[in-house]
């Protein structure tokens, strides 16, 4: 069979199509367009271009219910309450499945990536925010809803920084990319002498997280410290998780795949040292996810056997 996916961001549409292998034989990019009419006008579009194809499932950020409707996102202006199955459905003459993007990565990641072959996974994406996918028992799980997933906002600290979604202390806002940036510039106000400034400019406000990850890859110390931070911060999540759904492995998907040399070791140090009886529990293994970005596209695609 040949399968189409989709996968919708703030700015780029990827669009992929796959065999029952999970091999991308098609992929097309479009501009991610504004508001609910013209989103839905390019999706069909897209479909169209990807040319023949035996199914299509859609991926897109925010919060997505079982039945295809996007109640809101954060990356998307002006989409709410859109019930995007419905319309697409109706479109094509046939079922298009919709689910949340970073569920869409873990499908794929479970299927034919870095989790294949396990039985409980947990996917957690780091990225702007974090999101991510759970498989328990060999199946994708969803939550009541369809919600399950919405990792970055777990508090992690009470009255801490504020996040977009309106509350503090989101493990969203001390572990994803903003979070790195964040960590930098505490550190810079304490020794500014960094190559992480030098390539910002000169501007501490202006230190973004590609600034620290490549002051690190050349040896800066300071970098080096702020990666290992990070590294903590992103294992405290993690043990969180861990302690709730004891999961076989954990996939970590987003940016930080790019250089998993840099986080790997700090990640996995912190989270023995956090996790409750590490000595006494098998751990968990941690590994970045291996689809990169096209994973959300494979995982759309996939939606139509999962669903």
Not at 165 to 192: K, N, Q, S, V
Not at 202 to 217: F, K, M, P, Y
Not at 233 to 252: H, K, R, S, T
Request: contains cysteine; negative net charge.
């Amino acid at each position: 069979m040949r399968r189409a996916g989709i996968d919708v961001g703030g700015t780029k549409f990827l669009g992929v199509v796959i065999d029952d292998d999970g091999t991308v034989l098609t992929e097309l990019r479009r501009a991610t367009p504004v508001g609910p009419e013209a989103l839905v006008e390019e999706l069909v579009l897209l479909a169209n271009d990807l040319g023949s194809h035996d199914s299509l499932g859609v991926g897109v950020p925010g919060l997505v219910t079982r039945t295809g409707i996007l109640r809101s996102s954060p990356h998307l202006a002006g989409v709410e309450e859109l019930d995007l199955g419905r319309r697409l459905s109706a479109a094509f003459g046939a079922a298009v499945p919709i689910d949340n993007d970073a569920t869409c990565a873990a499908l794929a990641e479970w299927q034919v990536g870095a989790g294949r072959a396990s039985v409980d996974m947990v996917m957690v994406t780091l990225g702007t925010g974090i999101g991510g996918g759970i498989v328990i028992d060999g199946r994708l799980r969803r939550g009541r809803n369809g919600f399950a997933g919405e990792f970055g906002h777990m508090v992690v600290v009470p009255d801490g920084v504020e996040c977009p979604c309106g509350r503090r202390g989101c493990w969203e806002r001390y572990a994803a990319g903003t979070g790195l940036a964040h960590i930098a510039r505490e550190a810079l106000g304490d020794r500014p002498r960094s190559r992480m400034l030098e390539l910002a400019g000169g501007s501490v406000d202006l230190v973004r997280g590609e600034h620290v990850q490549r002051a690190a890859s050349e040896g800066d110390p300071l970098a080096l410290e702020v990666i290992d931070r990070f590294g903590r911060w992103v294992a405290l999540g993690l043990v969180n998780l861990a302690n709730a759904l004891d999961p076989e492995i954990f996939v970590l998907g987003g940016g930080l795949a790019a250089t998993p040399d840099l986080y790997l070791g700090p990640i996995r140090t912190w989270f023995h040292e956090l996790l409750y009886a590490p000595e006494l529990r098998p751990h968990p293994s941690i590994e970045f996810a291996q689809l990169g970005e096209r994973a959300g596209a494979i995982g759309a695609a996939m939606l139509g056997a999962h669903h």
